[in-house]
């Protein structure tokens, strides 16, 4: 095996052995402290806020935040024109995007090695940190995929919910 092909063996290993690591301090965690969010991203995307957390009986705070990670992710995802589509349908996007718990910063061996990840693997190692610091499990995530792509679709339609869906397989 030659050296860079044994190096990329190992930092994939080193970012799922990171992912784990999440899954398992999100087990730990019992509580998490919220960030709070501006009053503009509160008002705008209410609606989408409102069926999240009804739908998955979790806070305000933690449906802004868990719903900004992903459409963060299906940003690095889609094209330009695309994601344009998709924020078009849904009213407070930026406010959403910012919600996004700040994540903290890269670490030298997972940050060189995202770009060399299949699939953005790195980026969803990327929206685990995330739900992990709202105090959801990472699993959480495939719990918001339906609700925000129903959302998206009765306000953008079949189509634009269809490129949100893709971004998040």
């Not at 190992?10 to 087990?27: E, R, Y």
Request: with cysteine; charged share 15%.
């Amino acid at each position: 095996m030659t050296s860079r092909a044994h190096r990329l063996q190992s930092m994939s290993t080193a970012a799922f052995c990171g992912f784990i690591v999440l899954a398992g301090m999100q087990l730990q965690a019992q509580t998490a402290v919220a960030t709070p969010t501006t009053s503009t991203s509160t008002s705008t995307s209410s609606s989408l806020v409102r069926q999240l957390t009804k739908g998955l009986s979790i806070t305000p705070t933690q449906a802004r935040g868990g719903a900004g990670s992903l459409f963060a992710l299906a940003k690095t995802r889609l094209s330009e024109d695309e994601f344009s589509k998709v924020s078009s349908a849904v009213p407070g996007m930026s406010g959403l995007l910012k919600a996004a718990p700040a994540l903290s910063e890269p670490h030298s061996e997972l940050s060189s090695l995202e770009s060399s990840l299949p699939g953005g693997m790195g980026r969803t190692v990327e929206v685990a940190e995330a739900f992990h610091k709202l105090g959801l499990s990472p699993s959480m995530a495939a719990k918001f995929i339906p609700v925000m792509t129903k959302f998206v679709e009765s306000k953008g339609g079949l189509s634009t919910a269809s490129l949100l869906e893709k971004a998040l397989k």
